[in-house]
């Protein structure tokens, strides 16, 4: 197995775990990424200050990882721009679609045992495991 990295991948699910957790304890809200950014392009007044600090929070953290250890960041592309912007495009639609996304089901709706976050995730890997395979076998990778 190429890049298995156990420590870091246990160190970083705890820290989300933990965040998502944070998030719902002290401020009764779900850590799910698609509707925090969702919530600032539809915003309401006095609930935007939070989920624009929450994005930029994301962003300062890919940005100072990208500073001391640039080569965590580095990876090669097998997909063509179009196949890129196409992909973006279907889980922001699926995203809304399923009225949230990985981190809102996977990781906070599970971790409550909720039992629409369950079909969500589970939707979510039988989906994009039935993708990968049409893409990488009968489109030979590339769209």
Not at 49 to 64: K, N, P
Not at 106 to 133: D, K
Request: hydrophobic letters at 50%; aromatic letters at 8%; one cysteine or more.
């Amino acid at each position: 197995m190429e890049n298995f990295t156990p420590v870091a991948s246990l160190v970083g699910g705890v820290l989300i775990g933990l965040a998502g957790a944070a998030m719902l304890f002290f401020n009764a809200r779900i850590a799910g990424i698609s509707g925090i950014y969702g919530g600032l392009l539809n915003a309401k007044k006095g609930d935007t200050l939070w989920r624009a600090v929450f994005i930029a929070g994301l962003l300062s953290g890919g940005l100072i990882l990208s500073l001391f250890q640039p080569q965590m960041l580095e990876f090669e592309m097998n997909r063509t721009t179009g196949a890129i912007i196409v992909a973006g495009l279907l889980v922001g639609f699926g995203a809304r679609l399923g009225n949230g996304c990985t981190s809102g089901h996977g990781v906070c709706g599970i971790g409550r045992l909720a039992p629409r976050s369950i079909v969500a995730a589970i939707t979510f890997i039988i989906t994009g495991s039935i993708t990968a395979i049409v893409i990488n076998h009968f489109f030979g990778g590339s769209i």
